[in-house]
Structure formats: C-alpha cells, structure tokens
C-alpha cells in the first residue's frame, strides 16, 4: 500500500506563503513542510514526514494511500476530504481536535498518536487499529468500531448503547471507558 521506490520528494517548504506547485500529486513524500490550504489536492500513495498540517483546510481534497509520519494535524477537518478511496495511515502524529465525522475510516491505522478531543462521530472505524494511542475526550458517537483493538491505547470513553463495539478489542482494565455513563465506581 505504501510502496516508497522512486519517489519524488519534497522538502523544506513553506507552502502558507506559496501555492502547491500543481494539484494532483503520485507517490510523492513531502517531508518537513508547512501546509495552510490543500483545498482541491489529490494525493495518490504520498507521505508526509514531518510536516505541519495544523488547521489546514483540505475542502474536496482526495488522500487516496496517503500516509501522515511525525506530523502535527491539529484541528484538520478530515470530513471536508474526497470520500471516494479515501484511505489513511497515521503514526507518531499529533492528531488533537481534528473531525473524521461522517468519515469511511475502516482498515485505518492509528500507531503512537495522540488523538485528544477528536470527533469520530458517526465514523466507520471497522477493522480500524488504534496502537498505543492517547483518545482522552475523543468523541465516539453512533460509530462503527467493529473489530477495533483499543487494548494498547488509553484514556478512551466509548458508550457501547450508542456504537457498534461488536468484537472490538479492550483490556478489563479499561473497562471502566465503556462504563463512564453510568456514573458507577470501579475498583
């Protein structure tokens, strides 16, 4: 999925004090950049590594195989993106704030982000990973999380009434995240 062999790489750029130089980009890694507005963009098996995405509109914009690597995303809004082949990998991304409402996320990788306040509401996570990830106030509501391992991560609360949680993955001790809304002890 995420074959790196002649790869076309761009580096070091500033682009919220220029445009992207075309609209459509192929297996491109885009490494330490800045971006403000990838509106309209199509990214077709790119990376990025390192970069600043942090409140970047990405309105209609197509992340077909696109991997994020050490960036920092806070506030995107991932639901204005193309939802045809959408599909994604983070790891070691700071994902803060960020909206996947209504968004196709299913077979998504989430490894060594944080992940605090984001809006997975309405969300299809089915057979999404989450390794070792920080989802403290993260909003599960009427989402798919079928099939999800949440074991590794922490600080999660899923209401399991309102999402689908049908062979998700937790360990007992954070039993007390599905229980939340009911306002009980747990020792």
């Keep these: 999925m995420y074959n790196r062999r002649n ?5 070091n750029i500033d682009f919220t004090n220029q445009y992207l130089p075309r609209d459509s ?6 490494s330490n950049c800045t971006f403000s507005d990838l509106s309209g963009s199509d990214f077709t098996d790119c990376s990025f590594v390192g970069c ?12 077909f195989d696109v991997e994020f690597v050490d960036c920092k995303l806070i506030g995107v809004n991932f639901s204005d993106t193309k939802d045809f082949g959408f599909s994604v990998r983070f790891e070691k991304c700071l994902l803060d704030y960020t909206n996947f409402d209504n968004k196709k996320l299913n077979k998504s990788a989430f490894i060594h982000c944080k992940i605090n306040g984001a809006d997975f509401t309405q969300a299809d996570l089915s057979k999404s990973k989450f390794t070792h990830c920080d989802l403290m106030g993260a909003v599960f509501s ?4 079928s099939g ?19 062979k998700a993955k ?3 001790s954070d039993l007390a995240g599905l229980l939340t809304k009911f306002d009980i002890i747990i020792k």
Excluded: R
């Design 7 to 11: 790869v076309e790489l761009i580096s």
């Design 25 to 30: 980009f192929e297996q491109v890694e885009f």
């Design 52 to 63: 600043n995405l942090s409140n970047a509109v990405i309105t209609n914009c197509k992340l």
């Design 142 to 145: 009427y989402s798919n999380l």
């Design 148 to 166: 999800v391992d949440f074991t590794t991560s922490e600080n999660f609360t899923i209401d399991p009434a309102i999402n689908n949680v049908k």
């Design 170 to 172: 937790f360990l007992s």
